[in-house]
């Protein structure tokens, strides 16, 4: 799917191309991803849990977060905050009502315009989990996201390497998910919405065959500018054929913005709207440097 939106924010424009593509890969019969791919909000869900009900997880946190969140309506950070939260009420729910034995729940990645303070926007990113969200610069592809996973812990402590990580036979086991727990926090960040900007939203399906040097390079042949459909059928059927041994689904985000809407007082305002929502908040921010290669 693909689509481009002209979107007003605060004394300016941004345009939005954004599209999105997913598959069960070539092992697993049944696809437990979900995702949402609708100006503002763009959300990447891998379902866990198996028995059938994880891709019930994954739908239900979807769902919550777009009842929250309606369509060309720009949220607040506290707002988007909030729905995270019923996104996991709603899975907690949802495994009530069907009954589910054990664990069923989901990671979240989440990329979002939020309106701050006069007239500035941000892109407000979160995650739960090992689903990851990239910026892509045209030269280089960063991570911003820091999993919430077993070996990124030993990674983050010395006890293990980034390409340790990449074959440890607990590199599947997450320490954070939505629907597990009565409350979950997000490691949540603000970025400024200025200039060219390509985001890559991603299910552990893309990261599990395709290393950051890989997913570099299909996006450097393709190319992000004006094709981010191609952009996104390429990296998932790349990965399906380095193995797929996993569901996969990728959205990429391309934002454009026609005069810069952050000035020289974003990062004051930033800082304030995370002592808004809470200074627990500040213990969830990306580590820097974080995350496994």
Same mark, same amino acid.
């Given at each position: 799917? !693909?689509? @481009?939106?002209?979107?007003?924010?605060?004394?300016?424009?941004?345009?939005?191309? $954004?599209?999105?593509?997913?598959?069960?890969?070539? $092992? !697993?019969?049944?696809?437990?991803?979900?995702?949402?791919?609708?100006?503002?909000?763009?959300?990447?869900?891998?379902?866990?849990?198996?028995?059938?009900?994880?891709?019930?997880?994954?739908?239900?946190?979807?769902?919550?977060?777009?009842?929250?969140?309606?369509?060309?309506?720009?949220?607040?950070?506290?707002?988007?905050?909030?729905?995270?939260?019923?996104?996991?009420?709603?899975?907690?729910?949802?495994?009530? =009502?069907?009954?589910?034995?054990?664990?069923?729940?989901?990671?979240?990645?989440?990329?979002?315009?939020?309106?701050?303070?006069?007239?500035?926007?941000?892109?407000?990113?979160?995650?739960?989990?090992?689903? =990851?969200?990239?910026?892509?610069?045209?030269?280089?592809?960063?991570?911003?996201?820091?999993?919430?996973?077993?070996?990124? @812990?030993?990674?983050?402590?010395?006890?293990?390497?980034?390409?340790?990580?990449?074959?440890?036979?607990?590199?599947?086991?997450?320490?954070?998910?939505?629907?597990?727990?009565?409350?979950?926090?997000?490691?949540?960040?603000?970025?400024?919405?200025?200039?060219?900007?390509?985001?890559?939203?991603?299910?552990?399906?893309?990261?599990?065959?395709?290393?950051?040097?890989?997913?570099?390079?299909?996006?450097?042949?393709?190319?992000?500018?004006?094709?981010?459909?191609?952009?996104?059928?390429?990296?998932?059927?790349?990965?399906?054929?380095?193995?797929?041994?996993?569901?996969?689904?990728?959205?990429?985000?391309?934002?454009?913005?026609?005069?810069?809407?952050?000035?020289?007082?974003?990062?004051?305002?930033?800082?304030?709207?995370?002592?808004?929502?809470?200074?627990?908040?500040?213990?969830?921010?990306?580590?820097?440097?974080?995350?496994?290669?």
């Amino acid at each position: 799917m !693909r689509d @481009e939106t002209v979107v007003p924010v605060g004394s300016g424009i941004t345009r939005i191309a $954004v599209s999105a593509q997913t598959s069960a890969g070539a $092992v !697993r019969p049944l696809n437990e991803d979900s995702f949402r791919a609708e100006v503002p909000l763009f959300v990447v869900a891998d379902g866990m849990g198996g028995h059938e009900r994880g891709d019930v997880a994954s739908r239900t946190a979807i769902a919550a977060l777009a009842e929250r969140v309606a369509a060309d309506a720009v949220p607040t950070v506290d707002e988007l905050i909030e729905a995270i939260a019923a996104a996991n009420d709603a899975v907690r729910a949802q495994s009530e =009502r069907d009954g589910v034995d054990g664990v069923s729940g989901t990671t979240l990645v989440v990329l979002s315009l939020v309106r701050g303070g006069g007239d500035a926007a941000y892109w407000l990113a979160a995650n739960i989990g090992d689903s =990851r969200l990239y910026e892509w610069t045209g030269r280089e592809l960063k991570q911003l996201t820091v999993d919430h996973s077993f070996v990124q @812990e030993l990674v983050d402590t010395g006890r293990l390497t980034a390409e340790e990580a990449l074959v440890h036979p607990e590199r599947n086991v997450i320490t954070r998910a939505v629907g597990v727990r009565p409350d979950v926090v997000a490691d949540v960040w603000l970025l400024p919405v200025s200039g060219e900007q390509v985001f890559l939203l991603c299910s552990d399906g893309l990261t599990r065959e395709l290393s950051d040097d890989a997913i570099a390079e299909v996006l450097m042949r393709h190319g992000a500018a004006g094709e981010p459909c191609s952009i996104a059928d390429a990296l998932v059927a790349a990965a399906v054929d380095a193995g797929g041994s996993d569901n996969v689904t990728v959205i990429v985000v391309e934002s454009s913005s026609a005069t810069a809407l952050v000035d020289a007082g974003a990062h004051d305002r930033i800082a304030s709207t995370r002592d808004r929502v809470g200074a627990e908040l500040e213990d969830t921010l990306p580590r820097s440097g974080g995350g496994a290669a």
